[in-house]
């Protein structure tokens, strides 16, 4: 069981969500995420990046949209209250060294994993430009928490309403042409978000990596929920990423995979078969 500490709404669909979860505090890295059911017995497992993370109090921070019946009934809880279980941290860590220029772009809630790779980012010495994007000034997330970790700070909305009226390809194709491009660029947000993003590097030679959001149902690799084509490879989501290099990722086959699966996500008849933290009488803890 894990104690909300806090919970903030920060748009109409947006919650962050601070509980307590020592163990992932302390071990998990950027770029990594988490497995959350609010009901042991047959909750939906909800995949979620982690946001932030505070060694001393123990504590992660969790952002999620409310997209389906399982966020929905997350986010119902309340400071006080308690998610039966968090997994993780899951997936490997993001690849940080010093590139020296990185343009990280974070689509919508995609800015909220972005933040702790912005960190380390900056952290490893590099000089860290960050663009938000948002279809309207309510749904801009992290703006000061970025302001203060990032070198530069770019927002664009579809609408106009805050920062510049664009979407992100058009700062980040700034940068891209710019004499002294980026050494690295960073996507997170929603798969047509990076597949453009990564249309827009590959038009300059500047490298990408993507955090790809795929459905997940185990996160440990053997479902096969999460599969995605990398390079002309299978790969899964949960264990060999959630980061790819973005110029090898078939954009077209995961968004057409994804949504596949929407309509089951929309609805509350789905039920998880496999238990966290459980052991079935006789059983494998694999599912019962
Ligand atoms: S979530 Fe099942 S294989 Fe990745």
Same mark, same amino acid.
């Given at each position: 069981m894990n104690k909300i500490v806090d919970k903030r709404?920060?748009?109409?669909e947006v919650y962050e969500m601070v509980v307590e979860a020592p163990h992932i505090a302390w071990s998990g890295k950027a770029g990594q995420f988490i497995i959350v059911q609010t009901?042991?017995?047959?909750g939906e497992r909800i995949p979620l990046t982690i946001a932030d993370a505070d060694t001393e109090a123990g504590t992660l921070t969790i952002v999620f949209q409310t997209v389906g019946a399982s966020t929905h009934k997350l986010a119902l809880k309340n400071k006080g209250e308690f998610i039966d279980n968090i997994l993780g941290p899951l997936g490997n860590p993001t690849h940080i060294e010093q590139f020296g220029r990185v343009v990280c772009v974070g689509g919508g809630i995609g800015a909220a994993p972005l933040f702790p790779i912005v960190k380390a980012m900056k952290t490893a010495g590099n000089h860290v430009s960050v663009i938000i994007g948002a279809?309207? =000034?309510?749904?801009?997330?992290?703006e000061d928490r970025m302001r203060k970790a990032a070198d530069e700070l770019i927002i664009v909305t579809d609408d106009g309403s805050?920062?510049?009226?664009?979407?992100?390809?058009e700062p980040l194709k700034e940068y891209c042409a710019a004499?002294? =491009?980026?050494?690295m660029t960073v996507a997170i947000g929603p798969p047509i978000m990076m597949k453009f993003c990564e249309k827009t590097a590959a038009e300059f030679d500047v490298p990408i990596m993507v955090s790809l959001n795929t459905i997940m149902i185990d996160?440990?690799?053997?479902?096969?929920?999460?599969r995605v084509t990398v390079g002309g490879e299978t790969k899964f989501v949960c264990v060999d990423g959630p980061e790819f290099d973005g110029h090898k990722v078939d954009f077209d086959n995961m968004m057409l995979r994804m949504k596949a699966f929407k309509a089951r996500e929309d609805k509350d008849h789905h039920r998880c078969h496999l238990k966290m933290g459980l052991e079935p009488p006789g059983g494998t803890g694999q599912g019962v």
């Open positions: 709404q920060l748009s109409a009901d042991t017995e047959w279809r309207t =000034k309510d749904l801009v997330i992290f805050w920062g510049k009226k664009a979407l992100v390809t004499s002294h =491009k980026p050494d996160g440990t690799g053997m479902c096969g929920g999460c």
